[in-house]
């Protein structure tokens, strides 16, 4: 199993269970055949496969989270990409400014003047 693939069906298995729903009901909902739907979803859920890109948008948008939660190693920026994805427009914006003012450095304000 590639890293990827054992990230993704991790993060996907715990996106599913915490919406609730089933390996066939996600998977009828995003639009795959429903003969194959469950089965389908097990094998991305075991790492046997990678859905490709287009499947990944379409799972994310019933599991209500970016696609991009599928692919990060990374925990911390995984809980940002849900709260973010749970931010009305505005609250996104000022999320954006605060990171941009946490990331500079004291030097950087007085560089400027």
Do not use: C
């Not at 199993?1 to 609730?20: E, P, T």
């Not at 599928?70 to 994805?85: I, N, P, V």
């Not at 990171?99 to 030097?107: C, F, Q």
């Amino acid at each position: 199993m590639s890293d990827v693939s054992s990230v993704f069906s991790a993060r996907l298995k715990i996106a599913r269970l915490r919406k609730g729903i089933t390996q066939m009901q996600l998977g009828v909902l995003a639009q795959i055949d429903e003969y194959s739907a469950s089965a389908r979803i097990n094998q991305y859920e075991r790492g046997k496969h990678l859905p490709d890109f287009n499947t990944a948008e379409r799972l994310a948008a019933v599991l209500e989270v970016p696609a991009a939660y599928f692919y990060t190693r990374d925990d911390a920026l995984a809980a940002l990409l849900l709260a973010w994805s749970a931010l009305t427009p505005e609250g996104r914006a000022r999320l954006l400014v605060l990171a941009e003012t946490l990331g500079e450095t004291p030097g950087d304000k007085a560089a400027e003047g």
